[in-house]
């Protein structure tokens, strides 16, 4: 079981948006704005989409955007494109000495 | 565009030390703007952080492996070192490095470590 909450997958069609969910606690999500989510296609380096929480890291394409409410930090992918089936995770400070926490990663489908 | 290459042996037998290096290019890793990471991810499971490194040298590391974990930095070769010792199944795993700022990671394609008994 990983520290931060994800769902285990998510499927929708090309041109649809999905919205992916990382649920934490005040020790991470919750009282810090360093989240970042990964997309991560197998055999391949973690790509970094969004660092704290929304900023889009250039060359990056702006249908990806990310979000906080309380505990909870979201990535919407809009305009689904074929490319973007891979496998998504999330991470946070956390106040703890762990440090880093990952979620368990969403796996998209682009149906 | 600075790159991160894993290398080490992919087999190693319990109760033995997992040593792994990571290799940087396209930057130097001779810089106190970033610090140095490893991160592992079991089959079917989410990554978890092992620890990071600065160029000072500061380390931290996840208290969960604390006890048996060495990381270490080469600025001469432009790599950094993971050494796990009194390994076990569970420390079967992908093993990535990647190179930090804030929050936020850079990532190797990583490699695959399993651990026989």
């Known amino acids: 079981q990983s520290a931060l909450t994800q769902p285990a997958s998510v499927s929708a069609s090309p041109g649809q948006s999905i919205t992916i969910s990382c649920t934490g606690t005040s020790s991470d999500i919750g009282g810090y704005n360093y989240v970042s989510w990964y997309q991560h296609h197998p055999g391949k380096a973690p790509k970094l989409m969004i660092s704290?929480?929304?900023n889009r890291p250039s060359g990056v394409s702006s249908r990806f955007s990310g979000s906080k409410s309380g505990n909870t930090a979201s990535l919407t992918i809009s305009g689904l494109q074929a490319e973007d089936e891979a496998e998504y995770f999330c991470s946070s400070y956390t106040s703890t000495d762990t440090l880093v926490l990952f979620g368990g990663g969403t796996k998209l489908t682009v149906l | 565009q600075v790159q991160l290459q894993e290398s080490g042996p992919g087999l190693v037998k319990a109760s033995q030390t997992l040593s792994l290096t990571c290799t940087v290019s396209g930057g130097s890793i001779n810089s106190e703007s970033y610090y140095w990471s490893w991160i592992r991810q079991p089959a079917g499971k989410g990554p978890e952080w092992i620890g990071r490194i600065y160029l000072s040298g500061r380390t931290n590391y996840n208290p969960s492996l604390k006890s048996r974990l060495t990381i270490s930095v080469d600025t001469s070769k432009n790599q950094f070192s993971l050494k796990l010792s009194s390994v076990t199944a569970a420390d079967t795993a992908v093993y990535y490095c990647a190179r930090g700022i804030a929050g936020h990671l850079i990532w190797g394609q990583g490699t695959l470590v399993t651990v026989s008994s």
């Open positions: 704290d929480v929304s």
